[in-house]
């Protein structure tokens, strides 16, 4: 597509829920990000593939949180159990494999209560 | 590991005049270095990169950044301020030979221009 597509733009789970958060990247962009980010706050790095496989899930905060993206094009991030301090602003982005600047998408703002 | 440090958390300058926001970076290897703009309720642009070459870089809407290796700096500068430059404006960097295409952000600087 034209742009890095997220969906939902909004979600509200009750505590204890799983969600799942999609993500569409730019067609051809081998490189696929999602951040975190706290209302008035930088981007907190989460993970990233190239293609389909997972690079870095270093700043995956526990194991109630994981992605995917299978056939390197379409990307899901879950989160299990959802618990209040989830709460925040989900951003995906992409980029061509030579590291350029990312393509943001629009976010999903998960909201648990 | 890499880190990006934004001193400042307001910048406040008067319309028509010049900018500055400052920005420091850590990293073990060679850094990628990026500027991002925030407007209010709208997602990340982004503005310039430094990735070697011209210690000057210049990007979009007439912004520019000067990398200095000996300082670990990468300041954000633009002549000539606008009120639409009002926003939230992130530093980020990537560790080239050791973090791969991980990108570490800044906790932004909060741009206001008044005219």
């Known amino acids: 597509g034209a742009g890095v597509s997220q969906s939902p733009r909004y979600k509200v789970t009750k505590r204890g829920q799983d969600v799942a958060l999609r993500c569409d990247p730019i067609s051809g962009h081998v490189s696929l990000y999602w951040y975190r980010q706290a209302l008035g706050q930088g981007p907190e790095f989460l993970t990233y593939?190239?293609?389909?496989?997972?690079?870095?899930k270093s700043g995956l905060p526990n194991d109630r949180f994981s992605a995917e993206r299978p056939e390197g094009s379409i990307s899901t991030l879950t989160i299990q159990r959802t618990e209040q301090r989830d709460s925040a602003m989900y951003r995906c982005a992409s980029s061509s494999l030579t590291g350029d600047g990312y393509t943001f998408g629009s976010g999903t703002r998960l909201t648990v209560v | 590991a890499q880190s990006v440090a934004q001193p400042e958390d307001q910048v406040n300058v008067a319309e028509g005049n010049p900018l500055t926001v400052k920005c420091t970076y850590s990293v073990s290897g060679n850094p990628y270095l990026f500027w991002y703009v925030q407007y209010p309720n709208r997602g990340l642009q982004f503005l310039l990169k430094y990735i070697t070459g011209d210690n000057l870089v210049k990007g979009s809407y007439g912004f520019e950044a000067e990398f200095n290796k000996s300082q670990t700096s990468f300041h954000l500068k633009k002549p000539s301020a606008l009120v639409s430059d009002s926003a939230l404006y992130f530093c980020a960097v990537r560790d080239y030979n050791t973090g791969g295409f991980k990108t570490i952000f800044g906790a932004g600087t909060r741009l206001f221009v008044k005219a």
């Open positions: 593939f190239n293609y389909e496989a997972q690079q870095d």
